[in-house]
């Protein structure tokens, strides 16, 4: 049974993914200001830590980890609707590249499953 990594495409899928899922997340107003300042030398590793995490791929993140990366950002006001927004981008970089709709929302739950730890805030009760 094949991971939906694997079947995204792999680590080759995430170099594809990185730079098209860069530009629109920096070209997008509603989101752009939180890069402001980040080291760039960083960013690669960054995003491609962010894409193989939302693939579902091997990762060494955990969910305390997700609250102390984006501490500093729940401060300058980070919220849902800036989530959203990256779920967006994330969704159309993998539509441009041929993913298809049922592996999109399977990366979109894979998201949403640390959107608490993101915004800093205990998991609401379903
Ligand atoms: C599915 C949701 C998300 C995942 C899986 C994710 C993943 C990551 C990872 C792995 C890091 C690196 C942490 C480290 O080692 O320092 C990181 C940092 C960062 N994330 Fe996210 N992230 C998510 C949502 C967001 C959102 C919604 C924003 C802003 C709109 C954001 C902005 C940033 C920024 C600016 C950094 C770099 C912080 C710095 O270097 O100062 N992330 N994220």
Known sequence: MT???ERIGGAP??????DI???KVLADDRIAHFFDGVDMANQNA???AF???AFGGPN?????????????LVARGLNDG????????????????GVPASDIAEVAKIAE???DDVLGREPVAA
């Open 3 to 5: 991971t939906l990594y």
């Open 13 to 18: 899928a995430v170099k594809a993914a990185v």
């Open 21 to 23: 899922f860069y530009g």
């Open 46 to 48: 960054k995003q491609r």
């Open 51 to 53: 894409l193989i995490m």
């Open 60 to 72: 060494a993140y955990t969910g305390a980890d997700m609250r102390r990366g984006h501490a500093h």
């Open 82 to 97: 800036h989530f959203d927004a990256v779920v967006e981008n994330l969704a159309a970089t993998l539509t441009e590249l």
């Open 113 to 115: 499953s640390v959107r």
